[in-house]
T-cell receptor
Framework: NAGVTQTPKFQVLKTGQSMTLQCAQD?????MSWYRQDPGMGLRLIHY???????DQGEVPNGYNVSRSTTEDFPLRLLSAAPSQTSVYFC??????????FGEGSRLTVL | GNSVTQMEGPVTLSEEAFLTINCTYT??????LFWYVQYPGEGLQLLLK?????DKGSNKGFEATYRKETTSFHLEKGSVQVSDSAVYFC??????????FGAGTTVTVRA
């Protein structure tokens, strides 16, 4: 019963490199989302998806792409990493009562 | 817009002390309100929630009451333990599962 699984847990990139943060869930939830967590700013919504084939932008989408080809997977792509994208990233699913279930987070450093 | 303002930390307490973390919100309509907790090295998890005015959410000795007249959802616990050391986030839900989070309050409880 894994819940929400994120990989990798840690990653260091150089400016301009691209990468994908993986998120997989086994809870059969339709709604999935990506947040970034920065000191003093709480969590901010990057992108979300209400179901397979449907994605939309959140509060801070610039520099990130997502896709949702299956209910289970919701990868987040950084197209050309910048130091401002140094952060901790959380994937989450939302249950029927509105409760969010978070992964353990992915700590990204961009040099 | 929809936003949450919560008390800035860090907060340091002794075991068995009383804890209160203030949270106020700005929202259109009647959002659901949440407190999430993040233990060191982990993702966020739901602590408690309230979905309408005057509702009281409670869990693990923590309580918060949805006050529409003061637009507040303050978190309280009467006697904290070392295991309560964590970061606490107030959040409101708007527009089909989108959440706005406060900046988070770091609480450290000393034995």
């Amino acid at each position: 019963n894994a819940g929400v699984t994120q990989t990798p847990k840690f990653q260091v990139l150089k400016t301009g490199q691209s990468m994908t943060l993986q998120c997989a869930q086994d809870m059969n939830h339709e709604y999935m989302s990506w947040y970034r967590q920065d000191p003093g700013m709480g969590l901010r919504l990057i992108h979300y998806s209400v179901g397979a084939g449907i994605t939309d932008q959140g509060e801070v989408p610039n520099g990130y792409n997502v896709s949702r080809s299956t209910t289970e997977d919701f990868p987040l792509r950084l197209l050309s990493a910048a130091p401002s994208q140094t952060s901790v990233y959380f994937c989450a699913t939302t249950g029927e009562t509105g409760e969010l279930f978070f992964g353990e987070g992915s700590r990204l450093t961009v040099l | 817009g929809n936003s949450v303002t919560q008390m800035e930390g860090p907060v340091t307490l002794s075991e068995e002390a009383f804890l209160t973390i203030n949270c106020t919100y700005t929202a259109t309509g009647y959002p659901s309100l949440f407190w999430y907790v993040q233990y060191p090295g982990e993702g966020l998890q739901l602590l408690l929630k309230a979905t309408k005015a005057d509702d009281k959410g409670s869990n693990k000795g923590f309580e918060a009451t949805y006050r529409k007249e003061t637009t507040s959802f303050h978190l309280e616990k009467g006697s904290v333990q070392v295991s309560d050391s964590a970061v606490y986030f107030c959040a409101l839900m708007w527009d089909d599962y989108k959440l706005s989070f406060g900046a988070g309050t770091t609480v450290t409880v000393r034995a």
